[in-house]
């Protein structure tokens, strides 16, 4: 494991100072908008074709001016890339592709100075197969303390050939596998629902418990405002690790609770880690990455002394339909309330097709898309879903890219996909690399401004027009669309947080709803309707026409009015 942790800079420093620069609005977490910035493709510093931290340092500023309120980091931590950095080597080091603590340290503390809080991510169900402790539980043999540390279990069958249950991995396949045991035989099996080089911890196993509670100081010592949880639903599995009792279970999950997923004691875990965070000044959060079955699920994990918020995949999945959005809206609502978290919304992240492209294509084809489908419509559609977003109570996310109005790449050849789902015979369709390529900055130049030496995913060759360079005082742009609707976001006192929304009527297949003195108007549809026009017009995702109190608005577009 790397030694980089020994030459972390004093923490006290940081969080005294640094944070002390973001911590002046209460509850900021409520009404949040949040950046994810996937590392390796958003800015590369040092021409090497992959981004890295001090890349992210540079561009800061251009995230302050957009005007989200958090940035959210995907991995960086030290690790051999089976699964982009979701299969972690030491937990408290950089990896050198990214740079160094010190390049962490300078970032967290440009920007605190922006005003602007950081996320990290944590990945505290499976480490990876290089982890230290795996290494060990590999080199002792069965029986050892350490093998207890991860789901180690003898094989069915006549001589161990058989899994030990039938549960398959995410990726595709069994979700076990059998090692080669230190005298050269075959022996035991581990668990791994993701890929086999991202082998499970037993978290029964209290030494797991504690090193992770140390994890989490370590990143709140260095000064980080909070950490989105990976896999948030998957640590604790069912007692006696029980079969499943059927193929094909992929299309079971977010319908019901697994053995391996969304299990209760989750929640022990997440008050014990809320007991550590809220020791820290500066409102630090907890975000959990929970695919439960229900809405309902999800609120449990955001109970007022175990996490603040939970991604809403249940939004993330609905379709561009008025009335399946008003549906999800009021569950999430509804089920948000009695714990007296904020709902989030968010439409695109690392994991799935970019809305802008799944919004290009006929409903029904799931998050994950290799059709390019009407990119016109796809943008037209993705641009009023966004101020539908940032419209409701809560707090939302944005993907790094979405800004610019970026769609999927979905022509990228075989030989540079990277997902490790795409080289496995069944699970996900592996097509996440799309999702996934460097964003352009500038309109030439090596990758578009990306880096000086390429990029580790090929960009398409129009993305000169999409570029930050090209949208940026660009009237109608997509760019200057999502900073007109955050600046009128943080100006409207009755956008932000809240829990309600009042439902007003509209004709079919348009969402209109009031917040205090606040009026949004969604039409999914795509034809033109006439509704009132309620006030004041703040924002619109296309061109619309009043006249006589009445507004002409076109097919998939979003009004924002205010009615004083």
């Given at each position: 494991?790397?030694?980089?942790?020994?030459?972390?800079?004093?923490?006290?420093?940081?969080?005294?100072?640094?944070?002390?620069?973001?911590?002046?609005?209460?509850?900021?977490?409520?009404?949040?908008?949040?950046?994810?910035?996937?590392?390796?493709?958003?800015?590369?510093?040092?021409?090497?074709?992959?981004?890295?931290?001090?890349?992210?340092?540079?561009?800061?500023?251009?995230?302050?001016?957009?005007?989200?309120?958090?940035?959210?980091?995907?991995?960086?931590?030290?690790?051999?890339?089976?699964?982009?950095?979701?299969?972690?080597?030491?937990?408290?080091?950089?990896?050198?592709?990214?740079?160094?603590l010190l390049d962490a340290d300078a970032l967290i503390r440009d920007a605190h100075g922006l005003g602007l809080r950081i996320i990290v991510d944590l990945v505290p169900n499976h480490s990876s197969d290089q982890y230290e402790w795996f290494r060990r539980a590999l080199a002792e043999g069965p029986g050892s303390p350490s093998r207890d540390r991860y789901h180690f279990r003898p094989g069915k069958g006549k001589n161990g050939e058989l899994p030990p249950n039938d549960w398959e991995s995410i990726f595709g396949g069994p979700a076990w596998t059998r090692v080669t045991e230190p005298d050269g035989t075959p022996g035991e099996w581990y668990l791994h629902l993701f890929a086999p080089?991202?082998?499970?911890?037993?978290?029964?196993?209290?030494?797991?418990?504690?090193?992770?509670?140390?994890?989490?100081?370590?990143?709140?010592?260095?000064?980080?405002?909070?950490?989105?949880?990976?896999?948030?639903?998957?640590?604790?599995?069912?007692?006696?690790?029980?079969?499943?009792?059927?193929?094909?279970?992929?299309?079971?999950?977010?319908?019901?609770?697994?053995?391996?997923?969304?299990?209760?004691?989750?929640?022990?875990?997440?008050?014990?880690?809320?007991?550590?965070?809220?020791?820290?000044?500066?409102?630090?959060?907890?975000?959990?990455?929970?695919?439960?079955?229900?809405?309902?699920?999800?609120?449990?994990?955001?109970?007022?002394?175990?996490?603040?918020?939970?991604?809403?995949?249940?939004?993330?999945?609905?379709?561009?339909?008025?009335?399946?959005?008003?549906?999800?809206?009021?569950?999430?609502?509804?089920?948000?309330?009695?714990?007296?978290?904020?709902?989030?919304?968010?439409?695109?992240?690392?994991?799935?097709?970019?809305?802008?492209?799944?919004?290009?294509?006929?409903?029904?084809?799931?998050?994950?898309?290799?059709?390019?489908?009407?990119?016109?419509?796809?943008?037209?559609?993705?641009?009023?879903?966004?101020?539908?977003?940032?419209?409701?109570?809560?707090?939302?996310?944005?993907?790094?890219?979405?800004?610019?109005?970026?769609?999927?790449?979905?022509?990228l050849p075989d030989e540079v996909r990277q997902d490790p789902a795409y080289f496995r015979g069944a699970g996900q369709d592996g097509f996440r690399d799309g999702c996934r390529v460097p964003i352009p900055w500038t309109r030439t130049g090596s990758s578009y401004g990306f880096g000086a030496g390429g990029s580790w995913l090929p960009q398409p060759a129009g993305w000169a027009e999409l570029s930050v360079e090209a949208q940026t005082g660009a009237a109608g742009s997509t760019l200057e669309l999502y900073r007109a609707a955050l600046a009128t976001r943080r100006d409207q006192p009755d956008l932000g947080a809240g829990d309600a929304v009042e439902w007003l009527r509209a004709p079919e297949g348009v969402l209109a709803f009031r917040r205090g003195d606040f009026v949004c108007v969604a039409n999914t549809t795509g034809e033109s309707v006439t509704v009132p026009a309620h006030g004041r017009l703040l924002l619109s995702s296309g061109e619309i026409t009043e006249a006589d109190g009445e507004a002409k608005v076109p097919g998939d577009t979003t009004v924002w009015w205010a009615t004083a």
């Open positions: 494991m790397s030694q980089q942790h020994s030459a972390a800079p004093a923490p006290t420093s940081v969080t005294s100072s640094a944070t002390a620069t973001v911590a002046g609005r209460r509850d900021w977490w409520r009404d949040a908008v949040i950046y994810q910035v996937y590392p390796r493709s958003f800015a590369d510093s040092n021409g090497d074709g992959m981004g890295d931290l001090e890349g992210v340092r540079t561009r800061l500023p251009y995230l302050r001016d957009l005007g989200v309120d958090a940035v959210w980091l995907s991995p960086f931590y030290a690790s051999p890339q089976a699964d982009a950095g979701y299969d972690v080597a030491d937990y408290r080091a950089v990896d050198p592709m990214f740079g160094s080089e991202q082998p499970d911890f037993n978290w029964e196993h209290p030494a797991v418990g504690d090193e992770f509670r140390s994890i989490l100081r370590f990143w709140l010592d260095m000064g980080v405002d909070g950490f989105r949880i990976d896999v948030a639903h998957g640590m604790v599995k069912a007692q006696g690790l029980p079969d499943l009792g059927s193929h094909e279970q992929l299309k079971l999950l977010g319908n019901d609770v697994m053995p391996f997923f969304d299990q209760d004691g989750v929640h022990d875990i997440y008050r014990q880690w809320r007991l550590i965070l809220d020791e820290y000044s500066g409102e630090r959060i907890f975000v959990a990455e929970a695919w439960t079955p229900t809405v309902e699920r999800t609120a449990n994990y955001v109970r007022p002394d175990e996490l603040h918020q939970a991604f809403n995949f249940q939004y993330l999945g609905t379709h561009w339909d008025a009335e399946e959005l008003r549906t999800v809206i009021d569950r999430t609502l509804d089920a948000m309330r009695p714990v007296g978290a904020p709902a989030t919304w968010v439409l695109s992240n690392h994991d799935v097709t970019r809305h802008a492209t799944r919004f290009a294509n006929p409903a029904g084809l799931g998050t994950q898309i290799r059709l390019a489908g009407d990119r016109a419509l796809g943008l037209c559609r993705a641009r009023a879903a966004t101020l539908l977003m940032l419209a409701l109570p809560g707090s939302a996310y944005v993907y790094q890219g979405e800004e610019l109005g970026l769609p999927d790449v979905v022509d």
